[in-house]
């Protein structure tokens, strides 16, 4: 996605609108996303959200850590300008996150990323960005699909609070599985965890066919370079072409390595 396509959605009015009264509470987590963030949450103390909105994560976030330091970044100013105004106490910044993160390396516990790298044809490079400035963990979603013939660029209407504008549309990236497994690799992680289910997209999309996985991702960083443990729990299992290069885990240690929700309590 362009600077010039960026700017497409990122000034749409909807935008704050929505986002004010949206995604700002536990309740408002999609399951795949909150199989990990309480865990997460606990166990961090500072989180960068790229793609922020109105920062309504912040919120989310301290449901399980008060005491966690939240910054955000979007790439829509009103947005940020939204965010400055609803939690002063947090640090807000415009950023394209393809083009630069304005954060040194390692400056977080965890990196979030939800709700955007679908749109988002730069992925691999909004990736790189988001695991160069994550000391631990980097948390993100993803569209899924098995196809052998590469990333399928489907388009989704922005239509939030209101009615489509009629012009206003975005990329909508469903990623090959195999493809997207070896750019992981490519980061060089010590871990790689995965939940998610197979879902319909919203009415929105057009250009796919038939079902999807709707996957969030936890990659980690730490220890000596070498196969890193691997454990998902997806409709996808692991691609055999790949499975020599990592330590594959059965899904049900998902639980022991990062907990649910339900343990913690």
């Known amino acids: 996605m362009t600077r010039a396509h960026v700017a497409a959605w990122a000034d749409h009015p909807d935008l704050v609108e929505y986002y004010t009264a949206h995604r700002h509470r536990p309740e408002d987590l999609y399951p795949s996303e909150r199989r990990f963030l309480p865990a997460l949450a606990e166990e961090s103390q500072s989180v960068l ?14 449901n399980w850590n008060p005491a966690l330091s939240y ?53 691999e490079d909004a990736l790189a960005e988001m695991w160069r400035v994550t000391r631990r963990r980097l948390f993100f979603d993803v569209r899924l699909q098995t196809a052998e013939a590469g990333h399928l660029e489907a388009r989704q209407r922005i239509a939030l609070s209101g009615e489509w504008d009629g012009r206003t549309t975005v990329p909508y990236l469903c990623l090959s599985w195999e493809r997207f497994a070896e750019s992981l ?41 070498g196969r890193p443990l691997t454990c998902i729990a997806l409709p996808y299992e692991w691609p055999d072409a790949l499975r020599e290069r990592v330590d594959l885990r059965r899904p049900p240690e998902l639980d022991v390595l990062i907990p649910t929700e339900e343990a913690l309590a």
Do not use: K
């Not at 790229?50 to 976030?61: E, I, L, P, Q, S």
């Not at 919203?202 to 370079?225: H, L, M």
């Open 49 to 62: 959200d790229v793609g922020c909105a109105a920062g309504g994560f912040a919120a989310v976030w301290r």
């Open 185 to 225: 690799l490519g980061l060089g992680p010590a871990a790689i965890l995965a939940h998610g289910y197979e879902g319909t997209p919203s009415d929105t999309v057009t250009g796919v066919q038939g079902d999807i996985c709707f996957a969030t991702f936890v990659v980690e960083r730490g220890g000596a370079a």
């Open 71 to 123: 910054a955000g970044v979007d790439a829509s100013e009103p947005l940020v300008e939204a965010a400055r105004r609803l939690h002063p106490e947090c640090e807000f910044e415009v950023a394209d996150c393809a083009e630069g993160l304005p954060f040194a390396d390692g400056a977080f516990d965890s990196v979030q990323a939800l709700g955007w790298l679908h749109w988002e044809p730069r992925f």
